[in-house]
C-alpha cells in the first residue's frame, strides 16, 4: 500500500516537471521506508521562509545545484524556480556569472556558492539577506543552499547522476563553461 502511495507521488511529481523520478522508484522499491524519508526530507528542504525571500529562496536552489551538478537536477531546479515565478532573465544572469544583475534571485545564488565553498563573502551575502529579509530567510537561504545539494549526491550515489553542461531557461539554451560564484 505505501509503495503504490510513493509511487505515485514520484510519478506526480515527475509529470509536473517533466523529470526522470526513476532514482525516487527505485529507491522505493529498494525499501519503501527509504522512500517515505526522502518524502519526508523533501518536506523538510522545503522551508521557504518569509515570502518577500520567495526569490533570494530560488536564487540559493539553482545556485546550489548548478554548483553541485549541472545535470538534471540543475534543470529541475531551473524549471521549479520559472514554475514558482523567478524572472528567465534573473536565472540566465546568474547562470552567465553576473549574478549581481539579478535581485534578490542573484543574491541567493551567490549566498549558496559562498555557503557550499566557504567563501569569505558569506558573512556580507547574509547581512544583506537578512537587513533586507529578516533573519528567517537566511533559514530559507541555508535550507536551500544546504539541502539542494543532496539530491545531486543521492541520484550519483544510485548510480542515476548525469553531468551536462547546457541548461535550458524558457527556451534560452544556457551554456555553462565553468560555473562562477560570487
Known sequence: MIRAFLH??????????????????DLIDIDPRA????TLFQKVSAYAGPKSAHHVRMGAMVGSA?????????????????????????????LNGAPDA???FG???QFAWAAI????????LRARIEATHGPRAVVAASFA????????????SMGH??????LDVNGTSITLTQPVAA
Open 8 to 25: 505515485s507521488g514520484a510519478r506526480r511529481f515527475g509529470q509536473q516537471f517533466n523529470y526522470n523520478t526513476q532514482y525516487m522508484h
Open 35 to 38: 522512500g517515505l524519508r526522502l
Open 66 to 94: 548548478v554548483e553541485g551538478d549541472c545535470g538534471p537536477c540543475a534543470q529541475l531546479t531551473v524549471d521549479m524556480a520559472l514554475a514558482y515565478g523567478a524572472r528567465a532573465a534573473d536565472i540566465q544572469a546568474s
Open 102 to 104: 539579478a535581485g534578490d
Open 107 to 109: 543574491l541567493g545564488y
Open 117 to 124: 565553498r566557504g567563501d569569505d563573502t558569506l558573512d556580507a
Open 145 to 156: 543552499a544546504a539541502f539542494t545539494r543532496a539530491y545531486p549526491v543521492l541520484k550519483r
Open 161 to 166: 547522476g548525469k553531468l551536462c553542461q547546457r
